[in-house]
């Protein structure tokens, strides 16, 4: 059964880059048309998607976040990463990675979510 | 910019039928997807496509989705179904949530 699990800093200081990886253990990060993706929840508040990689490199970004994002893969660790630069108090959140499942149409939905990681931007 | 609203709150009595809805320009014409997240808890995914549903997941769980509005079903609401539930579309290059609706069992 595959599982995800995010591991990284859980304190960043203001100005710097957040920097998660996302593992997947019971299967291939490689296996089926599966997209992986980052998501986070502020504390009390609803849920974000951050942006998406596909094992071949392929990116989409939420346009809110794209010019701080940078998300990476690397199959031969069945991981995948997140960075985001210049991070202040409102990117303080719970980091979820995620597995995305090809919608009917358009678009995706996440079927399988890592526990999250509570991040915390404070000097 | 595409926005999904969401009721805060939705309370119902152990035994009925909570509808919780999504509201959006056009939705019914975009696949919508629910979540449901218990406190402490990552998010699970409850209905896909509309009205789909994961294995797993009760038959209780249904979805509809048409014009302007889209609805999480939830028959026969037990404790346990207490939770936030979140619908989730896909617009302009980008995956959205709505709000939440925190739904209440009596």
């Known amino acids: 059964q595959v599982q995800l699990q995010e591991s990284g800093p859980g304190l960043v200081k203001p100005s710097q880059t957040l920097s998660l990886t996302c593992t997947v253990s019971?299967?291939?990060?490689?296996?089926?048309?599966?997209?992986w993706s980052w998501i986070r929840q502020p504390a009390g508040k609803g849920l974000e998607w951050i942006g998406r990689?596909?094992?071949?490199?392929?990116?989409n970004y939420n346009p809110s976040l794209k010019s701080r994002v940078t998300i990476s893969v690397d199959t031969s660790k069945n991981q995948f990463s997140l960075k985001l630069s210049s991070v202040t108090a409102a990117d303080t959140a719970v980091y979820y990675c995620?597995?995305?499942?090809?919608?009917?149409?358009?678009?995706?939905?996440?079927?399988?979510w890592g526990r999250g990681t509570l991040v915390t931007v404070s000097s | 910019s595409y926005v999904l609203t969401q009721p805060p709150s939705v309370s119902v009595a152990p035994g009925q039928t909570a509808r919780i809805t999504c509201g959006g320009n056009n939705i019914g014409s975009k696949s919508v997807h629910w979540y449901q997240q218990k406190p402490g808890q990552a998010p699970v995914l409850v209905v896909y496509d509309d009205s789909d549903r994961p294995s797993g997941i009760p038959e209780r769980f249904s979805g509809s989705n048409s014009g302007n509005t889209a609805t999480l079903t939830i028959s026969r609401v037990e404790a346990g179904d207490e939770a936030d539930y979140y619908c989730?579309?896909?617009?302009?290059?980008?995956?959205?949530f709505g709000g939440g609706t925190k739904l209440t069992v009596l």
């Open positions: 990689i596909y094992t071949s490199g392929s990116t």
């Open positions: 019971g299967g291939s990060i490689s296996s089926g048309s599966y997209y």
């Open positions: 989730q579309v896909w617009d302009s290059s980008s995956e959205l």
């Open positions: 995620a597995r995305d499942h090809s919608s009917s149409s358009l678009g995706w939905y996440f079927d399988l």
